[in-house]
């Protein structure tokens, strides 16, 4: 995992104080590993370092003004099952204290003390060597690669589906998520932290333009926008389409996608319906079971 200055400064558009806090290093067993991290203000959190003892102790470190490295041993000093020890990083964020960061480099150096030759000397590993682990601990800075999401997922369509869809996909690690529909209003107030919403009147249009990059998730209000949008993203090139219906639907898609002049071998590129049919057509059903498919290793099919 890695630094994510979206997720700060969408914490930071809503809270005038915002403090970071960083499994920096950890040893034995623990409940999550290096790089997880949570963002905490006086009266909430995004994000979960594992829960338990250890997190409520951070989030009252965080909220007591704590910065720099702290250590706990989660049996002795917390008396967690787990034993390990594990290391956070806790930084405290203000909007001009965002603007003054220096992302550019695909690195971040954190702290609140005049930086030695060693902290510079860290962000050289990372820099020089891709596989070399992040985050790095040197004193009380922490040294951190920016996020860059390896996977990029469009949903399309802001209806319940949608809109349970892209609850469980924002908080996942190494994703980022376009969120398309129509109509403004058919979004929720509360767009979670770093979805990109997009209003596009004429979506298939959109499609056509855009369609070969990553992965698309058909969730539409309209079976002729749905098939439009299938028939946009196979003649773009789109890799992987999950479309949301029922078998019977399916079999109709594939005749009107031969009629439009596609291959069965293209079609074959949708995947229809998406998500797990045992789990039921709950929307935060179907959700999980898409979700379980996007987590799944990329060799099987999941879109």
Request: aromatic share 4%; charged share 20%; hydrophobic share 45%.
């Amino acid at each position: 995992m890695s630094f994510d200055p979206l997720r700060l400064e969408a914490a930071l558009a809503a809270h005038d104080d915002v403090w970071r806090v960083v499994v920096a290093e950890t040893r034995g067993s623990v409940p999550r590993g290096p790089g997880t991290s949570m963002l905490v203000w006086a009266d909430g959190q995004d994000g979960t370092i594992g829960g338990g003892r250890l997190e409520w102790e951070a989030l009252a470190a965080a909220r007591a003004g704590r910065r720099g490295a702290i250590r706990h041993a989660l049996g002795p000093s917390l008396g967690q099952c787990c034993g390990g020890a594990v290391t956070l990083h806790i930084s405290h964020w203000t909007r001009d204290l965002l603007d003054e960061v220096d992302f550019s480099g695909g690195l971040a150096a954190i702290g609140h003390t005049q930086p030695g030759p060693e902290v510079m000397e860290a962000a050289d590993r990372l820099r020089d060597n891709p596989d070399a682990p992040s985050p790095l601990l040197v004193g009380d800075w922490l040294v951190e690669r920016i996020a860059a999401p390896s996977r990029r997922v469009h949903v399309w369509g802001a209806g319940h589906v949608g809109r349970a869809l892209v609850s469980v996909l924002a908080p996942l690690p190494d994703l980022s998520v376009s969120w398309i529909d129509d109509a403004a209003a058919r979004f929720p107030g509360d767009i979670p932290a770093g979805i990109d919403r997009i209003v596009a009147v004429d979506m298939p249009r959109l499609a056509a333009r855009n369609g070969a990059e990553g992965e698309h998730l058909l969730l539409t209000y309209s079976h002729d926008i749905d098939l439009a949008l299938c028939h946009a993203l196979l003649t773009a090139g789109a890799p992987r389409i999950g479309l949301i219906g029922s078998d019977t639907k399916w079999a109709r898609f594939r005749s009107r996608l031969r009629q439009l002049g596609h291959t069965d071998a293209a079609i074959a590129r949708i995947r229809c319906p998406i998500g797990n049919p045992a789990l039921g057509k709950h929307p935060q059903a179907i959700a999980v079971g898409v979700a379980a498919e996007i987590l799944a290793p990329q060799e099987q099919d999941l879109a």
